[in-house]
Protein backbone atom coordinates (compact mmCIF):
# COMPACT_ATOMS: atom_id res chain seq x y z
CA UNK A 1 0.00 0.00 0.00
CA UNK A 2 1.76 3.19 -0.95
CA UNK A 3 1.54 6.07 1.57
CA UNK A 4 -0.80 9.01 0.23
CA UNK A 5 1.74 12.46 1.70
CA UNK A 6 0.58 15.98 2.60
CA UNK A 7 2.57 18.95 3.54
CA UNK A 8 1.04 21.37 5.81
CA UNK A 9 3.22 24.43 7.55
CA UNK A 10 2.30 25.63 11.07
CA UNK A 11 -0.26 28.01 11.86
CA UNK A 12 0.08 30.41 14.42
CA UNK A 13 -3.14 32.53 13.04
CA UNK A 14 -6.44 31.48 14.70
CA UNK A 15 -10.21 32.72 14.88
CA UNK A 16 -11.27 35.07 12.68
CA UNK A 17 -7.55 36.07 10.97
CA UNK A 18 -7.89 32.39 9.36
CA UNK A 19 -9.32 34.42 6.33
CA UNK A 20 -6.43 36.10 5.29
CA UNK A 21 -5.12 32.25 4.58
CA UNK A 22 -7.99 30.97 3.35
CA UNK A 23 -7.57 34.21 0.14
CA UNK A 24 -3.87 32.52 -0.02
CA UNK A 25 -5.34 29.11 -0.80
CA UNK A 26 -4.53 28.03 2.68
CA UNK A 27 -6.82 25.90 4.54
CA UNK A 28 -6.64 25.87 8.57
CA UNK A 29 -6.74 22.58 10.24
CA UNK A 30 -5.59 21.21 13.23
CA UNK A 31 -3.81 17.76 14.74
CA UNK A 32 -4.82 16.06 17.85
CA UNK A 33 -4.92 12.42 18.67
CA UNK A 34 -4.06 10.22 21.92
CA UNK A 35 -1.59 11.81 24.03
CA UNK A 36 -0.93 14.10 21.26
CA UNK A 37 -0.72 18.14 21.55
CA UNK A 38 -3.55 19.40 19.27
CA UNK A 39 -1.64 21.23 16.81
CA UNK A 40 -2.60 24.30 13.99
CA UNK A 41 -1.29 23.76 10.80
CA UNK A 42 -2.10 25.17 7.37
CA UNK A 43 -2.76 22.78 4.19
CA UNK A 44 -2.39 23.93 0.49
CA UNK A 45 -6.33 23.64 -0.52
CA UNK A 46 -5.27 22.24 -4.26
CA UNK A 47 -2.98 19.60 -2.70
CA UNK A 48 -5.64 18.72 0.20
CA UNK A 49 -8.00 18.55 -2.71
CA UNK A 50 -6.32 15.70 -4.35
CA UNK A 51 -5.86 13.77 -0.89
CA UNK A 52 -9.36 13.80 0.17
CA UNK A 53 -10.40 12.55 -3.78
CA UNK A 54 -8.00 9.65 -3.32
CA UNK A 55 -8.24 8.73 0.82
CA UNK A 56 -11.33 9.78 1.38
CA UNK A 57 -11.89 9.24 5.69
CA UNK A 58 -10.74 5.75 6.12
CA UNK A 59 -7.10 5.97 4.58
CA UNK A 60 -3.95 6.59 6.41
CA UNK A 61 -1.88 9.90 5.32
CA UNK A 62 1.72 10.70 5.99
CA UNK A 63 1.62 14.71 7.60
CA UNK A 64 4.35 16.07 6.75
CA UNK A 65 4.49 19.14 9.13
CA UNK A 66 7.56 21.31 8.54
CA UNK A 67 9.51 21.13 11.52
CA UNK A 68 7.42 18.00 13.04
CA UNK A 69 8.01 14.60 12.00
CA UNK A 70 6.17 13.02 10.05
CA UNK A 71 3.19 11.83 11.21
CA UNK A 72 0.61 9.05 10.56
CA UNK A 73 -3.06 10.67 10.22
CA UNK A 74 -6.77 10.12 9.41
CA UNK A 75 -8.98 12.87 8.08
CA UNK A 76 -11.87 13.18 11.01
CA UNK A 77 -13.89 15.79 9.83
CA UNK A 78 -14.17 18.45 6.90
CA UNK A 79 -15.74 21.16 7.03
CA UNK A 80 -17.14 23.07 4.36
CA UNK A 81 -18.18 26.82 3.81
CA UNK A 82 -22.44 26.61 3.46
CA UNK A 83 -21.85 29.13 0.73
CA UNK A 84 -19.19 28.11 -1.71
CA UNK A 85 -18.78 24.63 -0.60
CA UNK A 86 -15.45 24.67 -0.20
CA UNK A 87 -12.96 23.42 2.89
CA UNK A 88 -13.49 25.43 5.30
CA UNK A 89 -11.44 23.94 8.41
CA UNK A 90 -9.83 20.35 9.16
CA UNK A 91 -9.50 17.72 11.91
CA UNK A 92 -6.96 15.14 11.41
CA UNK A 93 -6.47 12.54 13.74
CA UNK A 94 -2.95 11.52 14.72
CA UNK A 95 -3.15 7.70 15.07
CA UNK A 96 -1.07 5.30 17.32
CA UNK A 97 0.14 2.56 15.04
CA UNK A 98 0.79 0.01 17.34
CA UNK A 99 -2.98 0.86 18.52
CA UNK A 100 -6.20 -0.58 17.06
CA UNK A 101 -8.60 2.04 16.31
CA UNK A 102 -12.65 2.11 15.43
CA UNK A 103 -13.96 3.37 12.44
CA UNK A 104 -16.28 3.09 9.45
CA UNK A 105 -15.27 2.01 5.86
CA UNK A 106 -17.34 2.77 3.17
CA UNK A 107 -18.71 -0.04 1.02
CA UNK A 108 -18.57 0.81 -3.19
CA UNK A 109 -20.78 -1.49 -4.59
CA UNK A 110 -19.46 -2.94 -8.29
CA UNK A 111 -20.69 -5.36 -11.06
CA UNK A 112 -24.00 -5.16 -12.32
CA UNK A 113 -27.09 -7.04 -11.10
CA UNK A 114 -28.48 -9.85 -13.13
CA UNK A 115 -32.23 -9.29 -11.36
CA UNK A 116 -31.73 -5.41 -11.97
CA UNK A 117 -30.83 -5.88 -15.37
CA UNK A 118 -33.13 -8.88 -16.62
CA UNK A 119 -35.96 -8.35 -14.09
CA UNK A 120 -36.17 -4.99 -13.90
CA UNK A 121 -35.55 -5.26 -10.20
CA UNK A 122 -34.50 -2.22 -7.37
CA UNK A 123 -31.38 -2.19 -5.98
CA UNK A 124 -31.82 -1.41 -1.98
CA UNK A 125 -28.13 -0.66 -0.54
CA UNK A 126 -28.82 -1.44 3.20
CA UNK A 127 -25.94 0.17 4.36
CA UNK A 128 -23.04 1.99 2.66
CA UNK A 129 -20.13 1.76 5.34
CA UNK A 130 -19.09 -0.90 7.92
CA UNK A 131 -17.49 -0.23 11.46
CA UNK A 132 -14.28 -1.72 11.85
CA UNK A 133 -11.79 -2.23 14.30
CA UNK A 134 -7.97 -3.33 13.27
CA UNK A 135 -4.55 -1.74 13.56
CA UNK A 136 -4.11 1.03 11.65
CA UNK A 137 -1.91 -0.10 8.70
CA UNK A 138 -4.55 -2.67 8.25
CA UNK A 139 -7.22 -0.45 7.18
CA UNK A 140 -8.57 -0.71 4.14
CA UNK A 141 -10.18 2.32 2.16
CA UNK A 142 -12.86 0.89 0.60
CA UNK A 143 -14.75 -2.76 0.93
CA UNK A 144 -15.79 -3.81 -2.85
CA UNK A 145 -19.54 -5.43 -2.65
CA UNK A 146 -20.07 -7.32 -6.11
CA UNK A 147 -23.48 -7.10 -6.93
CA UNK A 148 -23.36 -9.52 -9.30
CA UNK A 149 -24.42 -12.09 -7.45
CA UNK A 150 -27.77 -10.76 -7.08
CA UNK A 151 -29.36 -12.77 -9.64
CA UNK A 152 -32.76 -13.71 -8.84
CA UNK A 153 -35.25 -11.27 -5.94
CA UNK A 154 -34.26 -14.03 -3.04
CA UNK A 155 -30.71 -13.39 -3.18
CA UNK A 156 -29.00 -11.10 -0.99
CA UNK A 157 -25.24 -9.95 0.20
CA UNK A 158 -24.59 -9.89 3.93
CA UNK A 159 -21.61 -8.80 5.71
CA UNK A 160 -20.29 -12.66 5.98
CA UNK A 161 -20.21 -12.79 1.80
CA UNK A 162 -17.89 -9.85 1.69
CA UNK A 163 -14.11 -10.55 1.17
CA UNK A 164 -12.43 -8.58 4.42
CA UNK A 165 -8.77 -9.17 5.90
CA UNK A 166 -8.71 -11.34 8.80
CA UNK A 167 -6.92 -8.70 10.60
CA UNK A 168 -9.74 -5.97 10.23
CA UNK A 169 -12.36 -7.13 13.03
CA UNK A 170 -16.63 -6.00 11.71
CA UNK A 171 -18.03 -4.20 14.54
CA UNK A 172 -21.43 -5.25 13.33
CA UNK A 173 -23.59 -9.02 13.16
CA UNK A 174 -22.21 -11.47 9.93
CA UNK A 175 -25.75 -11.69 8.93
CA UNK A 176 -26.84 -8.25 8.21
CA UNK A 177 -27.99 -7.60 4.66
CA UNK A 178 -25.95 -5.05 2.53
CA UNK A 179 -27.74 -4.93 -0.89
CA UNK A 180 -30.56 -6.70 -2.22
CA UNK A 181 -33.33 -6.54 -5.17
CA UNK A 182 -36.61 -6.46 -4.51
CA UNK A 183 -39.28 -6.64 -7.65
CA UNK A 184 -40.66 -3.76 -9.26
CA UNK A 185 -44.19 -2.20 -8.26
CA UNK A 186 -47.10 -2.58 -11.04
Not at 24 to 49: E, Q, R
Amino acid sequence: MTKIQLKAQARDITGKKVKQGRRKGLIPAVVYGNKVKPKNVWVNYVDFNKVYKNAGESTLIELDAQGDAKSSVLIHEVQNDPITGNFSHIDFFQVRMDQKLETEVPLEFIGESGAVKSLGGVLIKSIDAIPVSCLPADLPPKIDVDISKLATFNDSIKIGDLKISEKVTVQIEPETVVANVIPPRS
